[in-house]
């Protein structure tokens, strides 16, 4: 039971994919950056229901894509020349989840008690949901360059998915980093079954080399 569940960890980048796509659909919006406190606390009392829930969503989100790293990383260090990148790769991912915690705790503070804060104390709180991206993005772009880099040292996947994750990691630490986790959250999905299923691959060769395998095909 457990190697089988052990088998599947792979595909808990297809989860983070998944979960990622309906967190964005989930999500309302939110209020500019100059809009005041007032617009802010208004905006929370209608739609701080949707806005939590999308919180959630991104939170378990990422909490699988650090589980997904962490598969990767196994799956890259079986590569010598891509073992130290693999660590790289880790780090990358458990940065950009605490990013994506703090990024989106935010908007969760505003969504779960909009009516008991002030209206400064909502337009910070707005300000710093929208525009507190860079821990998440730094996280991205080291987990996008590391990535790449080991696809590209030998990593036994396309090595236009090397390039992708290298263009993913570079977009994420500009003012378009949004799209960089589109990317990301495609990419993942992407790597995730090719990881599956190569490895599902690779554990059933030696039983088809076993003796009672080659016994059964006499």
């Given at each position: ?118 209206p400064a104390a909502a337009q910070a709180l707005n300000v710093l949901a929208l525009k507190l991206f860079l821990p998440l993005g730094a996280g991205c772009f080291v987990f996008g360059i590391a990535s790449g880099l080991a696809i590209l040292r030998g990593a036994q996947l396309p090595r236009w998915l090397g390039w992708l994750a290298l263009l993913i990691g570079i977009v994420s630490v500009t003012p378009a980093g949004l799209v ?39």
């Amino acid at each position: 039971m457990l190697n089988r569940l052990s088998g599947l960890a792979p595909l808990t980048g297809f989860v983070f994919s998944i979960l990622a796509v309906v967190a964005f659909g989930t999500a309302q919006g939110a209020p500019s950056a100059t809009a005041s406190g007032t617009t802010v606390v208004a905006f929370y009392e209608k739609h701080g229901s949707a806005a939590e829930a999308s919180d959630y969503l991104w939170a378990f989100a990422f909490a699988f894509f650090l589980l997904f790293a962490g598969s990767l990383r196994s799956y890259l260090r079986r590569v010598a020349a891509a073992e130290a990148l693999s660590a790289t790769v880790l780090a990358g991912a458990a940065v950009a989840t605490a990013g994506a915690c703090v990024y989106f705790g935010f908007d969760f503070t505003l969504a779960s008690a909009p009516s008991h804060l002030a209206p400064a104390a909502a337009q910070a709180l707005n300000v710093l949901a929208l525009k507190l991206f860079l821990p998440l993005g730094a996280g991205c772009f080291v987990f996008g360059i590391a990535s790449g880099l080991a696809i590209l040292r030998g990593a036994q996947l396309p090595r236009w998915l090397g390039w992708l994750a290298l263009l993913i990691g570079i977009v994420s630490v500009t003012p378009a980093g949004l799209v960089g986790i589109v990317g990301l959250i495609f990419w993942s999905a992407i790597v995730s079954v090719l990881v599956w299923r190569r490895s599902r691959a690779e554990a059933q060769e030696p039983l088809a080399d076993s003796p009672s395998a080659i016994a059964t095909a006499e």
